[in-house]
Every structure is written in structure tokens, then in C-alpha cells.
């Protein structure tokens, strides 16, 4: 099973199109996914006290992290990092057992030139704190807005294949991190 996380919960983001063409790729390589999207938190995820104690709403969401075999993880850039709602998701799930040894795939969404690059930097520093197993090819989605066309999947045909590329690596990468 592999999840896909969607590194926002902003209403009407990207990153969510981004990953359910993604889901919708995954499938179509036979794999079963798991949708873990931030914009589906508890309130009580937010609250101070997340810390100290899970609260029992929260952790179906975190199950299904920590039980998906490998995890691609799409997020925007804002303002040069990820969502503080991004930082705040790996923050809560357990440690080490979560992310640990966990192979990891990155898809980066951003409005501007450098496809959340910046943004990458600053996830690949938590992974790598959090062992997880970083797949060394990410793709970093550039002027999503461009891309998009207004419309609610990427249909360039290069892009479409970056995207294949990157999964069927990502697969395999699966298959050589597993015990």
C-alpha cells in the first residue's frame, strides 16, 4: 500500500489536483493507495495538547501512515518552505516508527520557477532527522499554474511522462528498500 499524503490543508490548493492525478497514475501501475490529505485533520489536531496525547480522532489518519509500505508526499511551496500544517502532520506521528526506514517519494508544487525547491530542501532536513528513505529523483512541479491550464489534471505529455518516470523509479526503489 502506498500513501499519498497531500502537504496542505489549504482549500482549493494544487498540490491536491497534483495528487489525485497521482492516485489515479499509482492505480493505473496496479497499487493500491492510501489518500492521507491534510485538509481532513480533526480540529483537535491543532490543538497544543496534540503532543502529550493523541487525540482518538486523529489517529485513523495516522495509521495509514504509518502502515503504508512507502509514501509520496506532494506539497507546495509558500513563502521559500512547506506548510506549517505539512510540519505540524509529521511533527504528531510517532517516533521513529512512522517515518523510519520508510522509503519516501517528493513531488514539489509551486507558482514560480523553481518548483518548490527551496521548499524540498527544507523537507529532505525532516525526513533525513526522521530516517526515512529518501528516493533521490523528486520533481518539482514549476509554474503549476501554467501547467494546469486552468484545468483539474497536468495534460502535457512531458510532464505526464516526468511523472511516470518518477513512479515507476519510485516502485522500484520500493521493492530495493523493503526488508
Known amino acids: 500500500m502506498i ?9 482549493g490548493s494544487k498540490s491536491r489536483l497534483v495528487a489525485a492525478q497521482l492516485v489515479r497514475l499509482y ?4 497499487q493500491k493507495i492510501n489518500v492521507i490529505d491534510l485538509g481532513a485533520l480533526p480540529k483537535e489536531a491543532w490543538a ?21 509500505k512507502g509514501l509520496v508526499i506532494v506539497y507546495p511551496e509558500y513563502n521559500g518552505s512547506i506548510p506549517g500544517s505539512l510540519k505540524h502532520y509529521i511533527d504528531i ?14 513531488v514539489g508544487v509551486a507558482r514560480g520557477s523553481t518548483g ?12 533525513f532527522y526522521r ?11 514549476a509554474k503549476i499554474d501554467e501547467l494546469l491550464e486552468g484545468k483539474c489534471a497536468i495534460e502535457q505529455e512531458n510532464i505526464q511522462k516526468k511523472m511516470l ?15
Open 131 to 141: 530516517r526515512a528513505f529518501i528516493y533521490p529523483f523528486p520533481l518539482y512541479l
Open 27 to 30: 492505480s493505473k501501475l496496479d
Open 48 to 68: 497544543g495538547t496534540v503532543f502529550k496525547k493523541l487525540p482518538l480522532s486523529i489517529l485513523p489518519m495516522v495509521r495509514r501512515t504509518v502502515d503504508c
Open 3 to 11: 500513501g499519498v499524503l497531500i502537504g496542505t490543508n489549504r482549500v
Open 93 to 106: 506521528l510517532p517516533h521513529p516508527e512512522s517515518l523510519a526506514r520508510k522509503p519516501v517519494c517528493l
Open 116 to 127: 518548490a525547491l527551496r521548499a524540498s530542501t527544507h523537507l529532505e532536513a525532516i525526513l
Open 165 to 179: 518516470e518518477q513512479a515507476m523509479g519510485f516502485l522500484e526503489f520500493l521493492k530495493r528498500s523493503s526488508p
